[in-house]
């Protein structure tokens, strides 16, 4: 295997991280429907599952259960911060060599929620 064919192999993998993170990225801090839960309202239904407990059916308290443990991960995802400016900076420097190379189309970025600002400042355009 040439060297050059090494660094493409590299510069590709590089691109495919940076383009996943800022995917993921968009994907976690994707506005969920509905009311938004707050980590006062996770802890106050967590305090009220326990109450269930005492009084619940097997199937109930296995239910309970699995509700106490989802609250829980979504509480410590709801600290975890995501810094979407430094994601997307890093999307921008590769997005376009990467379309390029994958044959990607801009519709295809808009379908995954890559906002049409973010895809013009990568150089990628609806002619493309």
Not at 6 to 29: I, S
Not at 60 to 85: G, K, N, P
Request: charged residues 40%.
């Amino acid at each position: 295997m040439s060297d050059s064919h090494k660094a493409a192999l590299a510069k590709g993998r590089a691109e495919g991280r940076v383009v996943r993170d800022y995917l993921e990225g968009l994907r976690a801090t994707k506005p969920k429907r509905g009311r938004k839960r707050t980590p006062e309202t996770i802890e106050k239904r967590l305090a009220k599952i326990d109450d269930e407990m005492t009084d619940a059916s097997p199937i109930e308290e296995l239910a309970l259960v699995q509700e106490r443990r989802d609250l829980q991960d979504e509480l410590a995802a709801m600290s975890e911060t995501i810094d979407m400016t430094e994601l997307e900076a890093a999307f921008v420097e590769v997005a376009k060599s990467y379309s390029d190379s994958k044959k990607i189309a801009y519709a295809s970025w808009r379908d995954v929620g890559v906002e049409a600002n973010v895809l013009k400042r990568a150089g990628i355009s609806r002619s493309a």
